[in-house]
Structure formats: structure tokens, C-alpha cells
């Protein structure tokens, strides 16, 4: 069993920048696959980014490229997004969600972002 935290979110004006942690307790998430994942105020939901387990391979939604960066450090077992130039368009509930494959997939309960104009 996996247990993801998120943290990191908060109420901002546009422009600003923040970053997203998720933290993994319960087993490693090295080499497993990590999502973020963001639901507007109409419970839209949406995936932002992604990364592999290698950390290799990283994708983007169009909305957020060259805006947002998905990271992640193994040694703390922890996924990050970085965002940058936030809109309110961004204001969201953002998630994490761990691909383990044949073990199952395993969501964090959100981290509240809200950008102001």
C-alpha cells in the first residue's frame, strides 16, 4: 500500500509561482510512474504532467507548457511541480496519482490552488 501527500498549494495572484510536493510513505515510488492531475471548480478533471519511473520521460498538458515542471526525488520518495506564471485558469485541486502498474494505482486526497487575478 502506497500513501501520497500532497502539499504546497495556497492562494496566489497571477504571475506568482509555487511549487507542489507529493510525498510517498509505504513503499518506494522509484521506478514507478507519477501523474499530476488538477479538477476546476466544475469537477473538470484533468491530467497537468507526468513523469516515468527513470525520470526520463516527462509530458505536459498544452495548457501548462513552458509553464509548469514535473520532478521528482527518489531519495526523499517525492514528486514535485513546479509552477510558474500561474493564471487563474490554474485554480484547481491538484493531485498526485502513482502508477503501480499490477499493484494498482494510488491517488493523494489534493492540495487546494488558487490564483487570483
Known amino acids: 500500500q502506497v500513501r501520497l501527500v500532497e502539499s504546497g498549494g495556497g492562494f496566489v495572484q497571477a504571475g506568482d509561482s509555487l511549487r507542489l510536493s507529493c510525498a510517498a510513505s509505504?513503499?518506494?515510488?522509484s521506478t514507478w510512474n507519477m501523474e499530476w492531475y488538477r479538477q476546476n471548480p466544475a469537477g473538470e478533471r484533468e491530467i497537468v504532467a507526468g513523469i516515468s519511473g527513470s525520470g526520463g520521460t516527462k509530458h505536459y498538458a498544452d495548457s501548462v507548457k513552458g509553464r509548469f515542471t514535473v520532478s521528482r526525488d527518489d531519495a526523499k520518495n517525492t514528486v514535485y511541480l513546479q509552477m510558474n506564471n500561474v493564471k487563474p485558469e490554474d485554480t484547481a485541486i491538484y493531485f498526485c496519482?502513482?502508477?503501480?502498474?499490477?499493484?494498482?494505482?494510488?491517488w493523494g486526497q489534493g492540495t487546494q490552488v488558487t490564483v487570483s487575478s
Open positions: 496519482r502513482a502508477d503501480g502498474q499490477i499493484r494498482g494505482e494510488f
Open positions: 509505504g513503499r518506494s515510488i
